[in-house]
Protein backbone atom coordinates (compact mmCIF):
# COMPACT_ATOMS: atom_id res chain seq x y z
CA UNK A 1 0.00 0.00 0.00
CA UNK A 2 1.08 3.47 -1.13
CA UNK A 3 1.98 5.37 1.92
CA UNK A 4 3.94 9.03 2.45
CA UNK A 5 4.97 10.15 5.88
CA UNK A 6 5.80 13.80 6.76
CA UNK A 7 7.74 15.22 9.68
CA UNK A 8 9.95 18.18 10.85
CA UNK A 9 7.35 20.52 11.20
CA UNK A 10 7.87 22.67 14.34
CA UNK A 11 7.35 26.44 15.48
CA UNK A 12 10.02 28.66 14.12
CA UNK A 13 11.20 32.70 14.21
CA UNK A 14 10.55 34.73 11.15
CA UNK A 15 13.86 34.36 9.73
CA UNK A 16 14.11 30.91 10.84
CA UNK A 17 15.19 27.44 9.12
CA UNK A 18 13.23 24.34 9.16
CA UNK A 19 14.01 21.39 7.33
CA UNK A 20 10.73 18.85 6.97
CA UNK A 21 11.00 14.99 5.77
CA UNK A 22 8.62 12.58 3.93
CA UNK A 23 9.18 9.08 4.03
CA UNK A 24 7.30 7.08 1.00
CA UNK A 25 6.73 3.52 1.09
CA UNK A 26 4.91 1.17 -0.96
CA UNK A 27 6.17 2.37 -4.48
CA UNK A 28 9.02 2.39 -6.67
CA UNK A 29 10.29 5.71 -5.07
CA UNK A 30 12.82 6.56 -7.74
CA UNK A 31 9.93 6.03 -10.68
CA UNK A 32 8.28 9.09 -10.04
CA UNK A 33 8.10 13.22 -9.48
CA UNK A 34 7.40 14.33 -6.49
CA UNK A 35 5.84 17.69 -4.97
CA UNK A 36 5.16 19.73 -1.94
CA UNK A 37 1.69 21.38 -1.39
CA UNK A 38 0.89 23.54 1.46
CA UNK A 39 -2.49 24.64 2.81
CA UNK A 40 -2.55 27.60 5.47
CA UNK A 41 -4.66 27.47 8.22
CA UNK A 42 -8.68 28.11 7.06
CA UNK A 43 -7.45 28.58 3.52
CA UNK A 44 -6.66 26.56 0.15
CA UNK A 45 -4.53 24.35 -1.49
CA UNK A 46 -1.20 25.73 -3.08
CA UNK A 47 1.22 23.99 -4.77
CA UNK A 48 5.29 24.69 -3.67
CA UNK A 49 7.73 22.51 -5.15
CA UNK A 50 8.15 19.50 -7.64
CA UNK A 51 11.29 17.26 -8.19
CA UNK A 52 11.47 15.20 -11.10
CA UNK A 53 11.99 11.40 -10.65
CA UNK A 54 16.37 11.41 -10.63
CA UNK A 55 16.24 14.98 -9.03
CA UNK A 56 17.95 16.90 -12.14
CA UNK A 57 14.60 18.99 -12.49
CA UNK A 58 13.26 21.38 -10.17
CA UNK A 59 10.56 23.93 -10.21
CA UNK A 60 8.93 26.65 -7.64
CA UNK A 61 6.58 28.37 -6.29
CA UNK A 62 7.91 32.06 -6.38
CA UNK A 63 7.54 33.28 -3.83
CA UNK A 64 9.39 30.57 -2.11
CA UNK A 65 12.35 30.44 -4.66
CA UNK A 66 15.45 31.02 -3.47
CA UNK A 67 14.58 30.48 0.08
CA UNK A 68 13.42 26.62 -0.31
CA UNK A 69 15.05 23.90 -1.90
CA UNK A 70 13.28 20.97 -2.54
CA UNK A 71 15.21 17.19 -2.70
CA UNK A 72 15.02 13.97 -2.52
CA UNK A 73 17.32 10.50 -1.92
CA UNK A 74 16.20 7.98 -3.84
CA UNK A 75 17.98 5.19 -1.61
CA UNK A 76 16.19 5.96 1.17
CA UNK A 77 13.08 6.34 -0.69
CA UNK A 78 12.72 10.03 0.65
CA UNK A 79 11.85 13.51 -0.24
CA UNK A 80 12.27 16.90 1.88
CA UNK A 81 12.26 20.52 1.74
CA UNK A 82 15.10 22.57 3.10
CA UNK A 83 12.98 25.79 4.22
CA UNK A 84 14.83 28.73 4.97
CA UNK A 85 14.35 33.31 5.61
CA UNK A 86 11.12 31.39 6.70
CA UNK A 87 8.21 34.03 6.56
CA UNK A 88 4.74 34.53 8.99
CA UNK A 89 2.76 34.01 5.92
CA UNK A 90 4.75 30.04 5.30
CA UNK A 91 2.55 29.02 8.09
CA UNK A 92 0.67 26.48 6.96
CA UNK A 93 0.57 22.44 7.08
CA UNK A 94 2.82 20.72 4.33
CA UNK A 95 1.89 18.27 2.00
CA UNK A 96 4.15 15.89 0.00
CA UNK A 97 2.13 13.87 -2.61
CA UNK A 98 3.39 11.71 -5.48
CA UNK A 99 2.77 12.78 -9.15
CA UNK A 100 1.02 11.12 -11.71
CA UNK A 101 -0.64 12.60 -14.33
CA UNK A 102 -0.08 16.18 -13.83
CA UNK A 103 -1.34 16.00 -9.88
CA UNK A 104 -0.14 14.49 -6.38
CA UNK A 105 -1.79 11.01 -6.28
CA UNK A 106 -1.31 9.79 -3.22
CA UNK A 107 -0.30 12.62 -0.37
CA UNK A 108 0.63 12.34 2.89
CA UNK A 109 -1.02 13.42 6.56
CA UNK A 110 0.75 16.84 6.31
CA UNK A 111 2.81 18.68 8.77
CA UNK A 112 2.42 21.88 10.62
CA UNK A 113 5.09 24.68 9.98
CA UNK A 114 4.19 27.37 12.10
CA UNK A 115 6.42 30.37 11.93
CA UNK A 116 5.68 32.98 14.46
CA UNK A 117 7.56 35.58 17.27
CA UNK B 1 0.73 32.91 -13.51
CA UNK B 2 -2.61 30.64 -14.45
CA UNK B 3 -5.56 31.85 -12.80
CA UNK B 4 -8.33 28.97 -11.56
CA UNK B 5 -11.55 30.35 -11.06
CA UNK B 6 -13.95 28.09 -9.57
CA UNK B 7 -17.59 28.87 -8.97
CA UNK B 8 -19.80 28.65 -6.98
CA UNK B 9 -17.41 28.89 -3.80
CA UNK B 10 -20.35 27.42 -1.61
CA UNK B 11 -23.07 24.77 -2.82
CA UNK B 12 -25.61 23.82 -0.36
CA UNK B 13 -27.11 20.32 -1.90
CA UNK B 14 -29.80 18.01 -0.81
CA UNK B 15 -29.26 14.65 -0.33
CA UNK B 16 -29.81 12.50 -3.30
CA UNK B 17 -29.62 15.49 -5.49
CA UNK B 18 -26.66 16.18 -8.25
CA UNK B 19 -24.14 18.81 -7.95
CA UNK B 20 -21.88 20.68 -10.09
CA UNK B 21 -18.90 22.41 -9.89
CA UNK B 22 -17.47 24.67 -12.19
CA UNK B 23 -13.91 25.61 -12.98
CA UNK B 24 -12.37 28.17 -15.64
CA UNK B 25 -8.88 28.49 -16.15
CA UNK B 26 -7.29 32.04 -17.63
CA UNK B 27 -5.11 29.99 -20.60
CA UNK B 28 -5.86 26.44 -22.45
CA UNK B 29 -4.82 23.39 -20.47
CA UNK B 30 -4.02 21.51 -23.64
CA UNK B 31 -0.15 20.50 -23.35
CA UNK B 32 2.29 20.73 -26.20
CA UNK B 33 2.00 16.90 -25.74
CA UNK B 34 -1.87 16.79 -26.12
CA UNK B 35 -2.99 16.02 -22.75
CA UNK B 36 -5.14 18.28 -20.45
CA UNK B 37 -3.65 18.63 -16.81
CA UNK B 38 -6.63 19.13 -15.10
CA UNK B 39 -7.31 17.41 -11.85
CA UNK B 40 -10.04 17.24 -9.31
CA UNK B 41 -9.43 16.82 -5.32
CA UNK B 42 -12.06 16.16 -2.44
CA UNK B 43 -10.70 17.40 1.06
CA UNK B 44 -13.15 15.95 4.00
CA UNK B 45 -12.90 17.94 7.45
CA UNK B 46 -9.66 17.44 8.88
CA UNK B 47 -8.39 14.72 6.51
CA UNK B 48 -5.85 15.06 3.20
CA UNK B 49 -6.64 16.05 -0.22
CA UNK B 50 -7.80 12.54 -1.97
CA UNK B 51 -7.41 13.05 -5.84
CA UNK B 52 -11.00 12.26 -7.60
CA UNK B 53 -10.35 12.86 -11.12
CA UNK B 54 -7.05 13.20 -13.36
CA UNK B 55 -6.63 14.78 -17.03
CA UNK B 56 -10.20 16.43 -17.25
CA UNK B 57 -12.46 12.87 -16.81
CA UNK B 58 -10.48 10.11 -15.32
CA UNK B 59 -11.54 8.46 -12.22
CA UNK B 60 -8.92 7.69 -10.29
CA UNK B 61 -9.15 3.98 -8.54
CA UNK B 62 -11.82 3.63 -5.59
CA UNK B 63 -13.23 7.31 -6.77
CA UNK B 64 -17.33 5.88 -6.78
CA UNK B 65 -18.75 6.39 -10.23
CA UNK B 66 -21.14 9.07 -9.14
CA UNK B 67 -18.04 11.78 -9.78
CA UNK B 68 -17.64 12.62 -13.19
CA UNK B 69 -15.43 15.15 -14.78
CA UNK B 70 -15.73 16.86 -18.32
CA UNK B 71 -14.70 19.83 -20.57
CA UNK B 72 -11.93 21.24 -22.38
CA UNK B 73 -9.56 23.96 -23.56
CA UNK B 74 -10.19 26.91 -20.28
CA UNK B 75 -13.67 25.01 -19.09
CA UNK B 76 -14.01 22.40 -16.94
CA UNK B 77 -16.85 21.02 -14.68
CA UNK B 78 -17.30 18.04 -12.09
CA UNK B 79 -20.50 16.70 -11.39
CA UNK B 80 -21.61 14.61 -8.55
CA UNK B 81 -24.78 12.39 -9.88
CA UNK B 82 -25.76 12.06 -6.66
CA UNK B 83 -24.63 13.65 -2.74
CA UNK B 84 -24.01 11.60 -0.42
CA UNK B 85 -23.44 12.54 3.60
CA UNK B 86 -19.71 11.52 2.79
CA UNK B 87 -19.49 14.30 -0.19
CA UNK B 88 -19.22 16.99 2.35
CA UNK B 89 -16.14 18.93 2.39
CA UNK B 90 -13.68 21.02 -0.02
CA UNK B 91 -13.62 20.50 -3.30
CA UNK B 92 -10.33 22.22 -5.21
CA UNK B 93 -9.28 21.75 -9.40
CA UNK B 94 -5.71 21.84 -10.01
CA UNK B 95 -4.16 22.63 -13.70
CA UNK B 96 -0.73 20.59 -14.00
CA UNK B 97 0.20 22.24 -17.72
CA UNK B 98 1.96 24.88 -16.74
CA UNK B 99 4.44 26.28 -14.24
CA UNK B 100 3.72 27.13 -11.25
CA UNK B 101 0.75 24.44 -10.79
CA UNK B 102 -2.30 26.20 -9.55
CA UNK B 103 -5.61 25.64 -7.59
CA UNK B 104 -8.80 26.73 -7.94
CA UNK B 105 -9.89 28.56 -4.72
CA UNK B 106 -11.88 25.57 -3.39
CA UNK B 107 -15.27 25.00 -3.45
CA UNK B 108 -17.46 24.48 0.02
CA UNK B 109 -20.09 21.45 -0.74
CA UNK B 110 -22.64 21.16 2.62
CA UNK B 111 -25.85 19.09 2.91
CA UNK B 112 -29.04 21.39 2.88
Known amino acids: EEQLVESGGNLVQPGGSLRLSCAAS????????MSWVRQAPGKGLEWVAIINDDGGKKYYLDSVKGRFTISRDNAKSSLHLQMDSLRVEDTAVYYC??????????WGQGTLVTVSS | DVVMTQSPLSLPVTLGQPASISCKSSQSLVHSGGNTYLSWFQQRPGQSPRRLIY???NRDSGVPDRFSGSGSGTDFTLKISRVETEDVGFYYC?????????FGQGTKVEIK
Open chain 2, 55 to 57: KVS
Open chain 1, 97 to 106: GREEYGGPDY
Open chain 1, 26 to 33: GFTFRNYW
Open chain 2, 94 to 102: LQGTHWPKT
